[in-house]
């Protein structure tokens, strides 16, 4: 469906040509909903940008639907009115002198050859209706809140049907509760419509919860692609582990290489425990252990690996206790169930639900 | 937070703005009173508290049956300022499209060759343009007849109704451009590229999206320059009354000063009446413009620079476009001047360089009349400048930050200064202080007190700084211990300054300018710079009139510079 290859974009900024995309590639089957996730400043919004055709690239070739809409080489820039696309833009972008039913017939009104007017009011009280905004057709657009923009920003960027949609941030201007609603919501939308999906976000869980697929990016490159639980688990690096869900991390050395790309990893504090690498003995590597996947005991656990630690403090927070604790120089967080609750200052022990990841280091 | 709970003590939290609004009482609503007042008082040559003086209707009734006035005054002011500002207003859209959306060099040099003449007085625009655009020695025409071989005068005639437009909407434009840029640049370029993404052509986003979006916008600027316009006095005069132009700030000007018998207070407060209720009704749907526009769109959340528009094969029309404008609007003018100035009359192509001559300027180091009129220019300028900034930021804190009863009249009230033309403020000042015998008519006094009406200058920017600190700055500082008057001066005070220095240099440049108010209440003591040029242009005296226009550009273009560096360094806007 959108298939995109070697896309850079340069930007020239006071003089010095900055950067924004560097070789970035990826493939969205039909149907399906891609998350650009990354910090700001990655080249996410730009990249989406370049798609739209909003911004020109720098180099690359861009495939929409089978359509070729950028090829640097071949000289292609197809204007972004003539992309099949629709966009849900981060300001919603939402036309102050039109009513939102007007907004949403826009895209109709401006096709060639013209559409019925009738056709066109059946299918903009259809996906008015889709987003639940039915009733509120003739409001003048200026007088919307938070989620009622979004809604219809979205209803406008499907009602044509286009072969691709993209959002840009479409939750980072509602609150928190409205975001964790429209979210949820969004996804069901999605599905339904069946709709394919290019969206750019800064939130890992709106990615993990939106998307089949994620591309993690960082400085204008994708550093991990995958389905989100895959990337979730087997983080590529550091920033990718960080970037997506809590990750606790300690450094360590690797000791023995074992079969099947694991190794028993030795940790600064001489204690040593079995993780997934393939890094050769000697190695510096990083583990890391998600606070989920940590349980605490009192007593040393058998069958399942477990590390030694003293408790540095412990926080209730109402549905679960948020236990900090110590191993040598490292500080490690651990989610438990509320009626676990060691006295700061004791000793602890760590049980692994699993095997950690133990990343490559570089020092 | 009002200053009723401000606490027992601090009386100085209710005496402070209130005698702000006294002084704004005083400046505007009783000249505005004493106008109103004189029309309907008479004999019209008597003053309306003098001895003799009773009520009538015979001043309304002489307006009425003035055929002049309707056939010939209104038509002129109507077709004069429809002129001017369609003119501007198309030359200040072009502008500013072409400096804020195309991909245009050199946009910031443009841009200040387009607003500095903002800083040049409209007389001394107006004596260049004669030398540049008189039928019979004109330095276009000199050229034209040069290059087509035409023969007697012209091609070119500034003295027409043409010309007048031309002149005026050349001085105009550059407010307008301000104005229409800031529009252009505060649209949300996501509303445009929404459309696009929509499915629309270019062509189409601009008719449906970016044009309706910023029509509000537009309109504020574009009834603004109509209130301009509609006040203009100095180009009707030089340029509009040799081709027996007659707009009605020129008539009641003649209604005072008449060629022969007595002035006709009556009868020039009569006309003034339904001028400035047309003022005001510009005013009214200024206000209502400038509030849909604020409803509308501003740009919110991460904006991306705006896309620029490629001109293409247009650059070069583009470029001569400008350049034709800002030769006519500020490169001609100066150079003249300042040939003008060095060589009197004669002509580039007559002159021998050798025969500049500084005679001019040196003349007025020993010219008593000079210094008194550089003195009394910057005097007025500047004083009027600190009371309008003082009393307007007051009343600004008052209508922002109090429930004060009456605050909704007060700030209507200085609004409406925006809408008196000038001629007319100084008619109304004349009456009241001929009427009072307080020995300020004729004196630089009476010129400190008429151009300070211009209220609405500082408040609006005040206001706007005001409401840009939350109360809760000032709150912290009574809760600190602080009294009212120490949180206003320690808090309050330094934040809004940058503001309040803008709003001062505006109105310093705009009391440099002024000319209507200092010709109308004009005496031997009282001659500012702006007068003096007039009078040496039509004293015969081109190169000393040229030299002091000159002169005054060099006075504040470093000043200006100076203090907008200094504006822009504190981090405000000028």
Redesign the interface.
Known sequence: MLNVKGLKCAFNNAGATVVGVDDVSFNIEKGACYALLGPSGCGKTTTL?CV???QEPSGGVIEIDGRVVYDATAGICV?????P???V???Y?I???MTVFENVA??LR??RPRLRESEIRDRVMNVLSLVGMKDIGERPA?RLSGGQQQRVALA??IV?NPALV?LDEPLS?LDAVLRDHMRKELAELIARVGVTALFVTHDQIEAMSLAHRIAVMKDGRIVQEGAPREIYAHPRDIFVAQFLGAANTIDGVVDTALADGRARVRLNDGQSLTCRSAAQPGSPVTLVLRPERLRLSASRPDGSAGLAAQVRSVTFLGGFVECVTELGDARLRVIGPPDVSPEAGAGVWLCLLDEPIALPRRE | MSASRTGRGDWLAVALPAAGALIALYLIAVPLGMLVYAAFRGPADFLPMEPGAQWTLDNMRAIVSDDALLTKVLPDTLIFVAGTVTLSTLMALALAWLIERTDLRGRTFWFALIIYPTLIPVVVKAIAWILLMSPNAGWANLALRALTGWSGEGPINIFSMTGLIFCQALSTTPFVFLQMSAALRSMNPTLEEASRASGATPLKTFFKVTLPVLLPGLLAPVILVTLITLEQFELPLIVGLPARINIFAFRIYNELNPASGLPNYGGAAAISLPFLALGLLALLAYNRAIRSADKFVTITGKAYAQTRIPLGRWRLPAYLFLLTFVAFSAALPTVILIWTSLFGFTAPGRANLADASFRAYASFLNDPVFWRAARNSFLVAISSAVIVTMVGAMIAWIVVRTKAPGRKVLDALTFMSLGIPSVIAGLAVMVVYLSFPVGLYGTVGILVIAYSYRLATTTRLARASIMQIGPELEEASRASGARWLTTQTRILLPLITPGLLSSFLLLFIIGMREFTIPFVLYSQENVVMSVLIWQLFQGGQPAHSAALGVMMIAMVLPIILLARRYIVARGGGA
């Not at chain 1, 204007?79 to 992309?83: C, F, G, I, K, Y």
């Open positions: 940008r739209a055709g909003l204007p972004t009115h003539e992309r696309i629709g966009v833009f981060q300001s972008a036309w102050p002198h826009y895209p401006v096709q200026p406008r960027a044509r993209l201007n």
